[in-house]
Each structure stands twice: as C-alpha cells, then as structure tokens.
C-alpha cells in the first residue's frame, strides 16, 4: 500500500447543519492524516473547473450553484490507501443507496445534499489538493502516534 493524499471537502451543507466537527472525526479516528484544512467561500470558477469532468451533464449548473451557495471546509488527508478509504467512509454517491456507517448513509438523504467530497483517484488528489490550496496553506507534519497506525 502506498502513501496517498486526497481532497475531502464538507460542502456547503454539511457546514450548514453543523455536521463538521462529526465529519473531520470520522478520518481522523480511521488514522489518517490532517495536511490541510481551512473555511472557505468557493468562487464560481474553482467550482467550475473541480467538476469541469461534468460540465455536460443537467445537473452541472445546480452543482455550481449548492457548491457555492455557503462556505465549504476544504481539508488534504494523508495516508496509506487513503483515497479509496475515504470513499469508503463517504460511502454512495446517492445517500439514499449509502450503506449505514458510511457519512452519506448515516447523514444525508439526496444526491444534490450529500454533503461531502472526496477525491476519485491519487491523481485527481494531488490535483484537487493543488486546486483548493496554495503553496504554504498546506502542513506537513510527523504524527507521533503513526508507528501504532502503520506497520
Ligand atoms: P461523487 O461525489 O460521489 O464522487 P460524482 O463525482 O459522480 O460523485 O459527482 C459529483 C457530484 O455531482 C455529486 O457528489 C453530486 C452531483 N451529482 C452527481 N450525479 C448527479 C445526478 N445524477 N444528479 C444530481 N447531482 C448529481
Ligand atoms: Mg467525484
């Protein structure tokens, strides 16, 4: 397993209903890793190109416009396996077919109130991270308790 970094974001939503604190502890009792975080009003543009993969698609405007419609808390976690993991711990796209336990499952119920993101691949990680965050906004650190997380 390697090393990865993926963009998580607490959307609009989820800052809204007060569901942030609950959301940031998920990932940090799986283990993972805080290289980021920060509270953030999103312009229309940076939400543009983050879903730019689904600019054709009905929904894109109503995307752009629940993304931007309050501040987001933009957060970088690190770890092995992280970005499938998180997917995991976010669970289905459609939180009415998100399995309990999962954040979605457990606290959304619509697909355009699903309260979180998390990045797709290790690739769209990095690129998200350099998306939503400039250079020296991002902190890396030795977490004392990693020789417990990982072997
Ligand atoms: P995910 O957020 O699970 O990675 P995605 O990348 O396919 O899902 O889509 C990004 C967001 O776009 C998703 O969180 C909510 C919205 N969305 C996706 N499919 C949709 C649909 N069929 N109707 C309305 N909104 C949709
Ligand atoms: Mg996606």
Redesign the pocket.
């Known amino acids: 397993e390697e090393v990865e970094q993926t963009y998580i974001m607490i959307?609009p939503d989820g800052v809204q209903r007060g569901l942030v604190g609950e959301i940031i502890s998920r990932f940090e009792r799986k283990g993972f890793k805080l290289t980021g975080l920060k509270l953030f009003q999103c312009p229309k543009e940076l939400a543009e190109e983050h879903?730019k993969?689904?600019q054709s698609?009905?929904?894109?405007p109503?995307?752009i416009d629940?993304i931007t419609s309050g501040p987001v808390v933009c957060m970088a976690w690190e770890g092995v396996g992280v970005v499938a993991s998180a997917?995991k711990l976010?669970g289905?796209?459609?939180p009415l077919n998100a399995e309990p336990g999962t954040i979605?499952g457990d606290l959304a119920v619509q697909?355009?109130r699903?309260v979180?993101?998390?990045?797709?691949s290790p690739d769209n990680g990095k690129r998200e991270i350099g998306l939503w965050f400039k250079e020296g906004e991002l902190c890396a650190w030795a977490a004392a308790l990693e020789p417990w997380l990982v072997e």
């Open positions: 959307k879903y993969d689904l698609k009905p929904f894109f109503k995307l629940y997917r976010i289905a796209t459609n979605r697909t355009g699903n979180v993101h998390g990045s797709d």
